[in-house]
């Protein structure tokens, strides 16, 4: 017998392109972006990068009374947005003992620590001492934890560019089994130094050399155009809960999630699988006591990979998918990397609360014309079983259905 | 290390409170009193050690951390402060 399907009961986020839900479900229906030079401390150097960052961030009042001066902008950022989800879910009236939390993302402070670093480079015996903390991503557990009172387990955990989804998927089985009445899910925001950029960028997989004369172009997953993924910073919670106990405390349900799947390739590389693609697709449906033709919207992966979104499509391709609508969720938010599978299941859940789905910026010649692609306008559509597919370095292939409740 | 010798305690106490006012905004107006202590002022052990490392930077004095750890208020750190700089 399966289990009553975990249900995702809050939700936060902040994104260049809006700070909440409210902001952000507006940006996700005008298809909006803000792709330019990044400018942001100890990000930029003599070569600058394309992408996308946050405006300044406004903390919650009640955060206040709380120093967070020695806090990277990737702890911020959780506190922001998990103080919404927080808020969505009424987590005040669940005991604290029954919130677990996990943060998907491993070594996400680099530009936080670069800069620590920098400032102390010609004394390194006056490094701050909470550099100490901030190396370890255990560093945003202990914060969300200590602000938010959370007594249940908590811990981070690292799957590359699947992070955020990996962490919805250890969340979706501690609320399944049992372990957890609630588990917070902070999809964290990868706050990347010149040092990371410019080796994703040596790497081959963050674009744009092609687009540097026209910044607000170059972020275009799925185009014959594209030349690798464009950054976006950003951080997503999610709030899955227990079937039952979500229902008896009358909690507002926002989605359900019948079934996951993960599948590793045995590959430490970069480079994208068919057959584990494959693989997890049908998994997933496996899981989730569904075919094919049950899914009514695709949120891909879709990061402007030369290699990976062809690959992707293959995989949808062979696994019966071509037909169901599919977007770009990067091509608005930027990829936010650790970040990008929680920000994407919100995508999914406000289009299915919403009925529509969002247009795929700079889709001019998509790679294979016969998908069921929405581009420049968005859809007005009713969504009630859609898939959310993420991937990482080292072989790592992450997918989850996500349903109407 | 090259701040010179017989530096005055008022610049000792004016870099620490101006390190405390950086760390802790909330402290910006604040006016500090014989006897306030860090602890007593709000900090936790992290912050206490993060001042300290930014006011032993401040002056360039290379001291264990330890060292430090005997004052009981901020007199009494700026007097261990200021005599271990006149000391070097």
């Known amino acids: 017998m399966r289990n009553s399907p975990a249900l995702i009961t809050g939700m936060g986020a902040v994104t260049a392109i809006g700070q909440d839900i409210t902001a952000i479900s507006q940006s996700l229906k005008k298809g909006t972006s803000v792709f330019s030079f990044m400018t942001r401390e100890g990000r930029c150097s003599d070569d600058l990068f394309i992408g996308a960052e946050l405006p300044a961030l406004t903390m919650p009042t009640q955060f206040d009374a709380y120093n967070l001066s020695t806090c990277s902008l990737s702890a911020k950022a959780a506190l922001v947005a998990l103080q919404q989800a927080w808020t969505d879910a009424r987590l005040d009236t669940v005991e604290p003992e029954k919130i677990g939390l996990i943060v998907g993302g491993s070594n996400v402070q680099q530009r936080h620590l670069n800069n620590l670093r920098d400032k102390r480079k010609n004394a390194p015996y006056f490094i701050q001492p909470s550099y100490a903390l901030n190396f370890m991503d255990s560093d945003i557990c202990g914060i969300c934890t200590e602000l938010f009172g959370i007594r249940g387990s908590a811990f981070s955990l690292g799957g590359a560019s699947a992070s955020g989804q990996l962490a919805v998927i250890e969340a979706a089985k501690a609320v399944t089994s049992g372990a957890l009445d609630v588990c917070v899910v902070v999809g964290a925001l990868m706050d990347l130094s010149y040092w990371e950029c410019h080796a994703f960028s040596s790497l081959g997989a963050m674009g744009s050399s092609r687009f540097s004369d026209a910044p607000t172009q170059a972020c275009r997953p799925f185009d014959q155009q594209r030349d690798g993924f464009i950054y976006g910073e950003g951080c997503g919670v999610l709030v899955l809960e227990r079937h039952q106990h979500a229902l008896q405390r009358g909690a507002h349900l926002r989605g359900a999630i019948p079934g996951c799947a993960v599948v590793m390739d045995g590959n430490r590389n970069p480079d994208p699988s068919l057959a584990g693609e494959i693989a997890v697709i049908q998994q997933v449906l496996h899981n989730s006591a569904m075919t094919a033709s049950d899914i009514d919207y695709i949120n891909p992966h879709g990061s402007g990979s030369v290699l990976g979104d062809d690959t992707e499509l293959q995989a949808l391709a062979k696994t019966g998918l071509r037909s169901a609508p599919l977007n770009a969720t990067k091509s608005l938010f930027g990829h936010a990397l650790s970040a990008a599978g929680c920000l994407e299941i919100i995508a999914t859940l406000i289009q299915m609360e919403q009925g529509f789905l969002h247009p795929s910026l700079n889709l001019d010649n998509p790679i294979q014309a016969d998908f069921n692609w929405v581009t420049t306008t968005r859809h007005e559509t009713n969504i009630k079983q859609a898939l959310s597919l993420s991937y990482g370095f080292g072989g790592l292939n992450t997918a989850v259905c996500i349903i109407k409740p | ?88």
């Open chain 2, 1 to 88: 290390m090259n701040i010179a010798v017989n530096v005055e305690r008022s610049r000792v106490q004016a870099v620490v409170l101006d390190c405390i006012r950086q760390l802790v905004p909330t402290l910006q107006d604040h006016t500090f009193k014989q006897g306030d202590s860090l602890a007593a002022l709000g900090m936790n052990s992290m912050e206490r050690v993060e001042i300290i490392v930014d006011i032993l930077a401040a002056l360039s004095l290379r001291i264990p951390m330890t060292d430090t750890m005997s004052a009981t208020n901020l007199d009494e750190l700026i007097d261990l402060l200021h005599d271990r700089l006149n000391r070097r």
